[in-house]
């Protein structure tokens, strides 16, 4: 029970803590495009680039997720269709005598 609840919360504290760095580099990003640029080796042209980066990267593994969740609920559904076909057509339903 507790290991369960442990892993919980530490999902949505990942979740959180992804969702928060998102909008931190978004509004670095907002906040800094216009600063004067120092030119060649501008730490503020650095961070903005490393902060496009970790946007991107980030979008593209939740994509990859999205996907992953889209294809096993499919799957599932899948299985329990044909599980349903299976266990719906039993000699018991049918009412068959099993008699020699």
């Given at each position: ?14 979740t ?7 909008i ?9 495009i216009?600063h ?18 970790m ?35 039993t ?10």
């Open positions: 029970m507790l290991s369960k609840n442990l892993k919980n919360i530490v999902a949505l504290s990942m959180i803590l992804i969702f928060l760095a998102l931190y580099a978004h509004i670095f990003i907002v906040t800094h216009h004067n640029c120092s030119g060649e080796g501008c730490p503020i042209c650095s961070e903005i680039q490393l902060a496009k980066a946007i991107q990267q980030i979008s593209s593994a939740i994509l990859t997720v999205i996907y992953l969740i889209t294809f096993v609920c499919i799957m599932d559904e899948g299985i329990s269709i044909s599980n349903h076909v299976i266990l719906s057509i000699p018991v339903q049918m009412k068959v005598r099993m008699n020699d």
